[in-house]
């Protein structure tokens, strides 16, 4: 079995893995197993929109207000949290995303992976920084848990995975050996935190 690593969604250096010394695999959910067109599509378009309807002002003017908003948040608990957009948008986070969950699909390869890797015995687990109301959408349409031995949320946990925090409440919940243990994301800083959690 190959992972490839890339820079974009193209394809590029396959790297052989030495599955021998690897018992658990912690995985990414969005923009790993799933495809990103679902949550791209209903945060720069779907919550706008809405935001922009819900406080009179235009789409641009909303966009403007939430992108910025976001960066500064960025990283944190908050930025990840329905609970926290609700409040701060006067929206319903769940419907929202709901009215597009047709879009949530597995990246290609994604569930034949998820299903060899339990074919072989690894432990598998989902370490994402989703919303419980994100997981709970996508869930409904590809019961994604079904696949992996756990599923761990930031918000349980509060604390995301750009944080040590997280990888020491992962392993208590979850014990695995970082020595033996693939983790995979497309997020940067939380690889780096992976890695000075001490995961190889």
């Known amino acids: 079995m190959q992972i490839t690593t890339s820079t ?18 912690l995985l990414d959910m969005d923009g790993t197993l799933l495809d990103l ?5 209903v ?19 909303a966009q403007t207000a939430l992108f910025e908003h976001m960066r500064g948040i960025k990283g944190s608990i908050e ?42 015995g690894k432990f598998t687990a989902i370490a994402t920084n ?7 959408v996508k869930e409904e349409q590809i019961p994604i848990s079904q696949e992996v031995d756990a599923v761990v949320s930031s918000a349980t946990v509060q604390a995301p995975k750009e944080a040590q925090t997280y990888w020491h409440a992962l392993k208590k919940r979850h014990p ?8 995979v994301d497309d997020n940067e800083p939380v690889l780096k935190a992976a890695e000075e959690f001490g995961i190889q």
Not at 43 to 61: F, K, T
Not at 130 to 136: F, K
């Open 8 to 25: 974009s969604d193209t394809l590029s250096s396959p790297i052989q893995l030495d599955w021998a010394n690897i018992d658990s695999v």
């Open 37 to 41: 067109n679902y949550d791209n599509h």
């Open 43 to 61: 945060w720069n378009v779907v919550v706008p929109r809405a935001y922009a309807e819900h406080q009179g002002i235009s789409l641009e003017s």
């Open 79 to 120: 930025f990840y949290s329905f609970d926290y957009w609700n409040t701060f948008t006067g929206l319903d986070l769940v419907d929202l995303h709901r009215a597009k969950a047709d879009l949530v699909a597995y990246r290609p390869g994604a569930l034949e992976f998820l299903r060899w890797l339990r074919h072989q």
């Open 130 to 136: 989703a919303h419980p109301g994100s997981i709970m």
């Open 176 to 183: 695995f050996d970082p020595n033996r243990t693939l983790f």
